[in-house]
């Protein structure tokens, strides 16, 4: 017999060791990241009724913001929640079936949101590029079937990894040293040879990772061509107004992204991973509303007429 199987125990639940590192700051810790919770569902969640409701929203730029917003809405309360838990218990013992949820829904949303920004440069590329065909592209039958893409892609290829990584035998200490079940910290424990998971890991990161953000890169090089064509300094503002948060998103959501994942497992350093995936987790997903609502005329006033709807004489000076 295979000595690794014959030392395989047997266990039905990872333990997550969370910070319990840092007993003397966790309720500090705790207050900070609840209000960045809250913060970021409400951002979210005001981006998603302003452009179901509002009539001046209904484009495919803003159909596919609300979609964002969704899933970015359902990607944080997968992990935030128990990491907040954990700020308060220390540790906390998560089922191996539980471990294995929380990892499949975490890449398949965070790859749904990877495919859905590609989706969302295209719209911008033929909105520039090609401003006359655009409404001729672009349609809702399109925007749906991106949508639909996106989405069964991210849970597809998540189905795969997460499947390949939980046959592995776990016969080290079961004691994840993360705040979630994050692809590098279960592959540590795996006490089997992991270069073919690895293999398979990097293959999905570069399905779901690096080829939309090659693509978005290379719609932006003829995004930012067209713009540099337009003669009026006002229209290479206002075309470029129209792009900049989903590109700064973008940067943000497939830098940390890629310098978690796409890396073999011998870089792995936890301490690191877990400083970057509070960021990725917390820091960035409660600015993606700032991003867009602060740099977007429409968004800010669509806002406006939502929090303020009785007072329409107030609003026709700013609509004209």
């Known amino acids: 017999m295979d000595p690794l199987q014959k030392n395989h125990t047997v266990n039905s639940e990872f333990i997550i060791l969370g910070f319990g590192d840092l007993v003397e700051l966790q309720l500090l810790f705790f207050g900070l990241f609840l209000i960045m919770h809250l913060v970021t569902l409400a951002g979210h969640t005001a981006i998603v009724l302003v452009t179901l409701t509002d009539s001046c929203l209904q484009t495919p730029m803003y159909f596919f913001l609300r979609n964002l917003s969704t899933i970015e809405i359902c990607y944080i309360l997968v992990i935030v929640p128990n990491m907040l838990a954990s700020f308060l218990s220390g540790s ?46 672009v349609t809702r039958a399109l925007c749906l079937q991106m949508l639909a893409l996106a989405c069964i892609s991210g849970f597809a290829l998540s189905l795969t990894l997460t499947t390949l990584i939980f046959l592995l035998p776990f016969c080290h200490s079961h004691e994840i040293n993360h705040f979630f079940c994050d692809i590098p910290a279960v592959l540590f424990l795996a006490c089997s040879d992991t270069r073919a998971n690895e293999i398979a890991v990097f293959l999905v990161c570069m399905l779901i990772l690096l080829i939309p953000f090659l693509l978005i890169l290379l719609s932006y090089v003829f995004i930012i061509a067209a713009i540099l064509r337009i003669h009026s300094a006002e229209g290479r503002s206002k075309a470029f107004s129209t792009c900049a948060g989903h590109l700064l998103v973008s940067l943000l959501h497939y830098g940390c992204a890629i310098f978690i994942y796409i890396r073999p497992k011998s870089c792995y350093t936890p301490e690191q991973d877990k400083i970057v995936s ?43």
Not at 92 to 118: K, Y
């Open 92 to 137: 906390q013992r998560m089922s191996f079936t539980g471990c294995a949820l929380q990892m499949h829904l975490f890449i398949a949303l965070g790859g749904a949101e990877c495919f859905l920004l590609a989706a969302m440069a295209y719209d911008r590329f033929v909105a520039i590029c090609k401003p006359l065909r655009y409404p001729l592209i």
């Open 278 to 320: 509070l960021i990725y987790t917390n820091v960035t997903p409660m600015l993606y509303p700032m991003i867009y609502s602060l740099r977007n005329k429409e968004v800010k006033g669509a806002l406006r007429r939502l929090l303020l709807p009785h007072n329409p004489m107030k609003r026709q000076p700013s609509a004209r």
